[in-house]
């Protein structure tokens, strides 16, 4: 059995450094100054020990497009940035609305083996939002599926979202929503406000996503199915949600936010690079402060990624054609950092709920999100706290270099992932 020893860790960033024994795939033993042989010593000097991030919300685009990120690339940005688990969107080409594509994404993911690939399955055939896609079959495959999305589309048809809502109920699912009134959100590129106005882009209104949070929230209610909103942009959506939690009787809701949501905001439209664009849109000051309160009080569950690449000829180019979304698997963690903890919202245990342990258990993963200690699976990520370090979109694994984070100086670097007491990245190096 392989031996891996962590000297001067500090799990949840509490205490004195203490040493962690992994021997195989679990935790063997904490303790002070540890005197036992190991195959290999990361010397950690203090950092911080997490459970390995998991990410409700990652594009990988294979198949389909693999000139912007395959599931071979984006395991490894995945590994870089300390996820020890990913949810792969079903908006790939063909869409992951059957069996065969989840399965082959899902054993792209084991053969490659940085990170735990879990595709979600698309509630809709082809997204088209007109009828349910085999998704019991989806759940039976080896795949395993368990949550369901529509994601880049949202399922809009009230009738469709309550049967997906009961159906995947039946089994456990979760529903995730894109939640885009398409009729408010026509020729829609950039937030509704001053901004757009000024700038002569047409506007996506905070209504458009908070009108669909409410609805869901009401059909999961009715109908005792599990909802899950994907990267709440608004205020508004913030206050639906809170509301609902106060009330909640029966199904359940949870949410996600992006870290450029809680960083970014429409000032940087101003200079029409399509770096900015993605859907929902980059929003106001007071809409970030909102998201980050709503984050470290629970309202929000947890961070995803929304990690969506694109190839360059689909971002440089005109605002109007260019592709929405951004690189998100490496700068997450330092944008957590800095928006959340720096600020004093959250504490290392509060980044490990929002990054690790909520998100395993919206996606179900009963070996993720576990806590430090003896006798768990080594899922882990070590992390510095205090080295900062500059992002460089070319420089990150991804295919597409579509990261607004260029040339940012971010706090929060992953020192080591571990994947079931294998190390998947050390010191900015993918294991392979
Ligand atoms: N977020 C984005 O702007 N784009 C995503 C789709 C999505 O998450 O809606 C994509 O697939 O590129
Ligand atoms: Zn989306
Ligand atoms: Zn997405």
Known sequence: MSRLLLKDVRPYGEGEPVDVLVEGEVIAEIGANLEVDADEIV???GAVLLPGFVDLHTHLREPGREDAETVETGS???ALGGYTAVFAMANTDPVADNAVIVEHVWRRGREVGLVDVHPVGAVTVGLK????AELGTMRRSAAEVRVFSDDGHCVHDPLIMRRALEYTK???????QHAEEPRLTVGAQAHEGANAARLGLAGWPAPAEEAIVARDCLLAGHTGGTLHVCHVSTSGTADILRW???RETAGQVSAEVTPHHLLLTDDRLETYDPVNKVNPPLRTDADVLALRQALADGTVDCVATDHAPHAAQDKDCEW???KPGMLGLQT??????QTMVRSGLLDWRGVARVMSERPAEIGGLADQGRPVAVGEPANLVLVDPETEWTVRGAELASLGENSPFDGMQLPGRVVATMLRGRLTAHEGKVRR
């Open 43 to 45: 010397q950690a000097g």
């Open 76 to 78: 490894s940005a995945a």
């Open 129 to 132: 939002g007109e009828k349910l």
């Open 170 to 176: 039946s089994f456990g699912g979760v529903v995730a």
């Open 244 to 246: 609902w939690k106060s």
């Open 320 to 322: 109007s054609a260019a």
């Open 332 to 337: 997450a963690l330092g944008i957590v950092v």
